[in-house]
């Protein structure tokens, strides 16, 4: 099995694609602060879950490198709540993209809960 078929992956994946599409209309003056860190956020839970994923033989390694994947979904989730309060976001769209990084959470706590399902020992 590789990273990419891990479900926290490929779900992790699509949000950071639709966040990528829906940040390409905030305002210029947003490149460098919001677009900027809420592309990085979303687009690190897939990052660290790769790199959790080859840490996966040594439990306390790929616990930490999930519990990162967690903190950057939080991340995620802190400015889609900027997002909204600027209005570059309307209501229904970040309720569709904070269910979505809700449910990426669950899949990743899942993984931190149960290490040896994953390959760790």
Known sequence: MKFQD????????????????????????????????????????????????????????????????DAENSETQTWLEFSLACEYINEKTFEELTTESIEVGKLINYMIQNPNKFGSK
Not at 37 to 59: T, V
């Open 6 to 69: 891990l479900l926290a992956y490929k779900k992790g994946f699509i949000l950071a694609m639709k966040i990528f599409n829906i940040s390409k209309s905030f305002p210029k003056e947003e490149t460098y602060s919001l677009t900027d860190q809420i592309r990085r956020s979303s687009r690190s839970i897939c990052a660290n879950l790769a790199e959790a994923y080859r840490k996966r033989l040594y439990p306390k390694h790929f616990i930490s490198k999930l519990t990162d994947c």
